[in-house]
């Protein structure tokens, strides 16, 4: 049985930024290969292509150097168009957490050349 994730931008904002203080939290407790730490990863970045494929008006990827510098890699930011505050914080988000370029590309994006599905 397949079961359809229907949720509007602002939902999958708020698991994607949920699902990456997870992960984070799992990479230090855990080692970094470990499954749950790769699919916690894997679960980000399904959230993260599903909110770029529905709602490509809301969101872009920004390049982002420092985290690029940090990462040995092209780091993209996915910078929402307006900011969103999500339920029980202070502070809105103005974007939902980072993706590598490599992924980008094997989504059919490529934002160095202004490219997108």
């Known amino acids: 049985m397949s079961r359809s994730l229907s949720l509007?931008?602002?939902e999958l904002v708020l698991r994607i930024i949920t699902t990456n203080r997870v992960w984070h939290d799992f990479q230090e407790l855990l080692d970094p290969d470990d499954p749950i730490?790769?699919?916690?990863?894997?679960t980000k970045n399904r959230l993260q292509r599903k909110l770029l494929t529905e709602f490509p008006d809301r969101v872009s990827p920004v390049f982002d150097r420092a985290e690029s510098?940090?990462?040995?890699?092209?780091i993209y930011s996915l910078k929402l168009r307006e900011p969103i505050q999500l339920p029980g914080d202070d502070r809105p988000y103005d974007h939902a957490a980072h993706v590598p370029h490599r992924l980008l590309?094997?989504?059919g994006w490529d934002p160095a050349n202004g490219s997108a599905p």
């Open 69 to 74: 510098e940090t990462a040995g890699e092209d």
């Open 105 to 107: 590309l094997a989504w």
């Open 8 to 10: 509007n931008c602002e």
């Open 37 to 42: 730490v790769k699919a916690q990863r894997d």
